[in-house]
């Protein structure tokens, strides 16, 4: 039973920085991927940031020297810093965590890479 639950979205202005936290629970295993993944309405769900045990990431073209994803494995957190942010970045942010390694190779991740998620935290960006 994992469990995943995010915090910090909100309401800013464009050019404004949020910082999303994603705390784990339940039974998790050391080894495991993080991502960040975002919807809009009316889209679907896509990968933003990803990040392996040993702080190995990468993130979307699109955020990228925006955003900066980390994790702090002893309080099993997952964060997502995001600076400069834009009207097109307004969605609902999702944490997810899969065992074992980061899917790197093949192609950015997927949804359905990932089997564990959260409920989702509201960011908003007005112009």
């Known amino acids: 039973q994992v469990q995943l639950m995010e915090s910090g979205g909100g309401s800013v202005q464009a050019g404004g920085s949020l910082r999303l936290s994603c705390v784990a629970s339940?039974?998790?295993?050391?080894?495991?991927?993080m991502a960040w993944f975002r919807q809009a309405p009316g889209k679907e769900r896509e990968g933003v940031a990803q990040i392996d045990r040993l702080g190995k990431s990468d993130v979307v073209d699109s955020v990228k020297g925006r955003f900066t994803v980390s994790r702090d494995n002893a309080e099993k957190t997952l964060f997502l810093q995001m600076n400069s942010l834009k009207p097109e970045d307004t969605a609902m942010y999702y944490c997810?965590?899969?065992?074992?390694?980061?899917?790197?190779?093949?192609?950015?991740?997927?949804?359905?890479?990932?089997?564990?998620w959260g409920q989702g935290t509201q960011v908003t960006v007005s112009s």
């Open positions: 997810a965590t899969r065992p074992g390694v980061c899917p790197y190779d093949g192609g950015w991740i997927l949804r359905s890479d990932f089997p564990y």
């Open positions: 339940g039974y998790i295993i050391d080894n495991s991927c």
